[in-house]
């Protein structure tokens, strides 16, 4: 079983930044893509970016440029820095690692743009 904490969500001004973690615990191997998607209110779960063990990282279209995922492979843990945030990123933003083609998703943290 794999275990994902999120942290770092909150209430923002359009413009501001957040900064998201997640700390993944239990069986995890090295070759594990780790990212974020987020959720809207009415809308469907989306990718916001995923970076492989190798850090390569894939970002969706609408936060090229203003975010940055990165991880840290020796403490298990996922970032997501949100730059110029805009009031459409509003959602719950979930945590996942995929490990032997099993996704897991973290309970989500909540982020709000306010304009």
């Known amino acids: 079983q794999v275990q994902l904490v999120e942290s770092g969500g909150g209430l923002v001004q359009a413009g501001g930044s957040l900064r998201l973690s997640c700390a993944a615990s239990g069986s995890i191997f090295d070759s594990s893509t780790m990212g974020w998607f987020r959720q809207a209110p009415g809308k469907q779960r989306e990718l916001v970016a995923e970076i492989t063990s190798r850090g390569n990282p894939v970002y969706a279209d609408s936060v090229k440029g203003r975010f940055t995922i990165s991880r840290d492979n020796a403490k298990n843990t996922v970032y997501l820095q949100m730059n110029s945030l805009k009031p459409e990123d509003t959602g719950v933003y979930y945590c996942?690692?995929?490990?032997?083609?099993?996704?897991?998703w973290g309970q989500g943290t909540q982020v709000t743009v306010s304009s």
């Open positions: 996942t690692l995929v490990s032997l083609n099993r996704r897991y």
